[in-house]
């Protein structure tokens, strides 16, 4: 059976692009289009990894990482940040969240499969 | 900077030096009524109060008039400002409501582009998974036909194969049974002439007893009557040599008949074992050839099929870099959206400096020129002064002084 990894993004295309990717590296995917819906989402499934945006309406991706790190059953589970920002305090603020991993757009589907492979064992 | 006009200046400079002038003849006046002598002092004096009280009165007129000008001039500056003003915040309320109209043509342009990256992205993904179904349906029908290589048996080439060499093994074995037919043949022909032999062996002996029995008629006969028994066994000799000379030209006549059919029969077989020997030898050779020409194709279709796999594996990531390249757009989308938003926050600056400005033109009109009076307030030392600026501002603008506070 294959593992599931939800990604999150109020950008359609990207939640499509980063689903191609990782279907095609065998991987079900769930997806949600900002914070608040994915924490909707997170109830009665099993997920190895969450991919997330950070800057999305209604609830960011540091919100986000801060109530998935509070949920029963997702403490460990690895969170990685899917954003354009590159700054360092961004980075450091993620961290302190509860992210697991930091990925810059644009990046390269092997990017993206490799850190899930690494970290969604 | 705020320039005093020229009532002020009035009350400020000329007011006072009449008030000195009148502090210093006055009592000159009054002391005029205790000294009779000083009549023609009194009468300088009020000559020259007279002369000071026309000369307040011209110059009144004239501060009046200069104060008219003035003001007249004053406005003039104050309209042209004012319509200056007014021609500003016009602009800005023009380039204000704008933006709203450059930033709803971005967000027009966003979502074309976002639902145009979506569309594209859905349709690679199609083309993607269809190069990836045909592949995997012609390399299945390939393995069908061709086998997967794993030594399986059960392809229709394999299933050809082995129905051609069975076929040729079949007229290997009709070959070599035809040979071994012939071999028989042969041995019934040499078994012919030896037959034909013994018959000679019979009929030489058959003759030879007819020789006998004939020499024992002959002595039967000289013996008389004692030899007549002898002369009959002789007789029944003769008739059985005449038999087994008999049954021997027969038995040669069917030898010689199974001799020649059998050569007839021989010689037709080995010509058609020759045919077919050559046949055999052609069909082998190909069949052999057109294994070797099948196996042939085989590989180069699989070389094919291989490469075609490989193409559609590059097809695929290729697609796939190309949707991943569509990430740009989300990118792009959130560039525009850093310059829509700063867009905005301008929108909202000029029209709050639309505002201002605004502001600052309805104040100078409710000062009618003079602006903000406070400072020509506080520069008043006497209430007279300052009844006398509030009853003109009151008696001009009425409700409009009252609302600001003046």
Do not use: C
């Not at chain 2, 200046?9 to 005029?32: D, E, K």
């Not at chain 2, 004096?45 to 003001?71: C, D, Q």
């Not at chain 2, 045919?275 to 057109?290: I, L, N, Y």
């Not at chain 2, 697609?319 to 991943?324: E, T």
């Amino acid at each position: 059976m294959a593992k599931t990894i939800m990604i999150v993004d109020d950008s359609a295309s990207m939640r499509q692009l980063v689903s191609f990717a990782l279907k095609d590296a065998g991987y079900d995917v769930i997806d949600a289009i900002n914070g608040k819906d994915a924490l909707s989402k997170l109830n009665g499934v099993k997920i190895e990894a969450v991919i997330t945006d950070l800057n999305m309406p209604e609830m960011d991706g540091i919100e986000f990482i801060k109530n998935v790190r509070s949920t029963s059953g997702f403490r460990f589970t690895p969170i990685f940040m899917l954003t354009t920002e590159s700054q360092e305090s961004k980075k450091q603020e993620g961290k302190q969240a509860g992210a697991s991993g930091w990925i810059v757009k644009p990046f390269k589907p092997e990017q993206l499969t490799d850190l899930v492979k690494k970290f969604a064992k | 900077m705020k320039i005093p006009d020229m009532q002020t200046a009035y009350f400020r400079y000329v007011s006072p030096i009449n008030g000195i002038i009148a502090l210093v003849l006055l009592p000159m006046a009054l002391t005029s009524f205790v000294d009779p002598k000083t009549e023609r002092t009194i009468s300088a004096a009020v000559f020259y109060i007279a002369a000071i009280i026309a000369a307040g009165v011209v110059i009144n007129i004239y501060v009046g008039r200069l104060n008219k000008k003035h003001e007249e001039s004053k406005r003039s500056i104050m309209a042209d400002v004012e319509q200056r003003i007014g021609a500003v915040t016009a602009h800005l309320y023009d380039r204000a409501q704008i933006i709203p109209v450059l930033t709803g043509q971005l967000n027009e342009v966003t979502e074309q582009t976002e639902t145009a990256a979506l569309d594209m992205g859905a349709r690679f993904m199609s083309i993607v998974e269809r190069a990836r179904g045909q592949a995997a349906k012609a390399s299945g029908s390939f393995s069908r036909f061709a086998g997967n290589g794993n030594g399986d048996r059960g392809s229709v080439i394999d299933l050809s194969r082995e129905a051609l060499s069975g076929a040729i093994g079949s007229l290997g074995e009709m070959a070599d049974v035809t040979s071994r037919t012939l071999n028989e043949m042969k041995i019934i022909i040499d078994d012919a002439g030896n037959i034909k032999k013994i018959v000679s062996d019979i009929e030489y002996i058959a003759e030879q007893v007819n020789m006998l029995a004939l020499n024992a008629a002959i002595e039967a006969a000289r013996a008389g009557e004692h030899g007549r028994g002898f002369s009959i066994v002789a007789d029944e000799v003769r008739k059985l040599s005449d038999r087994s000379h008999s049954a021997a030209d027969e038995m040669r006549k069917l030898i010689l008949k199974v001799e020649s059919d059998t050569k007839d029969v021989y010689s037709k077989t080995e010509k058609i074992a020759a045919d077919s020997r050559s046949k055999f030898s052609g069909a082998e050779a190909v069949v052999r050839d057109t294994l070797k020409k099948i196996d042939t194709m085989m590989n180069e279709a699989k070389t094919q099929f291989d490469e075609l796999g490989g193409e559609t594996a590059s097809l695929a990531r290729d697609i796939s870099g190309i949707v991943v390249s569509m990430q740009f757009q989300d990118i792009t989308r959130q560039r525009l959206e850093h310059v829509i938003g700063p867009l905005l926050l301008f929108k909202t600056e000029l029209e709050d400096v639309q505002q201002r400005v605004k502001d600052i033109s309805d104040k100078m009109r409710v000062g009618e020129g003079y602006g903000d009076a406070s400072w020509l307030e506080n520069m008043y030392t006497m209430e007279s002064e300052r009844s006398l600026m509030r009853k003109t501002l009151t008696k001009d603008h009425g409700q409009e002084a009252v609302a600001t506070g003046l």
